[in-house]
């Protein structure tokens, strides 16, 4: 089993700038991909990131490529999305999540209870 916790939701203006942390315990990560998502009111839950433990090889959204970085440090365990020049767009809860292998996806295995990302305009 692997727990996931996320933090560091919140409200912030247009343009401005919010880090999440995902923090994992009960398995060693070195074989695990960990991704970040995320899912809008009335939308289905989307790709925004994902990093792969052993390697750190990323991968981004095309509407967050640019404006995002999603990193780990290995002796925290936790996984972080810097966001960067936050739009309305945005706004949604945010998850972490983590599944055995290269890739991490909607069906991943592992998920966190949510960190509400909010943009006003």
């Known amino acids: 089993q692997v727990q996931l916790v996320e933090s560091g939701g919140g409200l912030v203006q247009t343009g401005g700038s919010l880090r999440l942390s995902c923090a994992a315990s009960?398995?060693?990560?070195?074989?695990?991909?960990m991704g970040w998502f995320r899912q809008a009111p009335g939308k289905e839950r989307e790709f925004v990131a994902a990093?792969?433990?052993?390697?750190?090889?990323?991968l981004y959204a095309a509407d967050v490529k640019g404006r995002f970085t999603i990193s780990r440090d290995n002796g925290k365990n936790t996984v972080y999305l810097q966001m960067n020049s936050l739009k309305p767009e945005d706004t949604a809860v945010y998850y972490c999540?983590?599944?055995?292998?290269?890739?991490?996806?909607?069906?991943?295995?592992?998920w966190g209870q949510g960190t509400q990302v909010t943009v006003s305009s």
């Open positions: 999540a983590a599944d055995w292998g290269v890739v991490v996806s909607t069906a991943a295995r592992y």
């Open positions: 009960g398995r060693t990560l070195s074989n695990y991909a």
């Open positions: 990093i792969r433990w052993s390697g750190g090889i990323t």
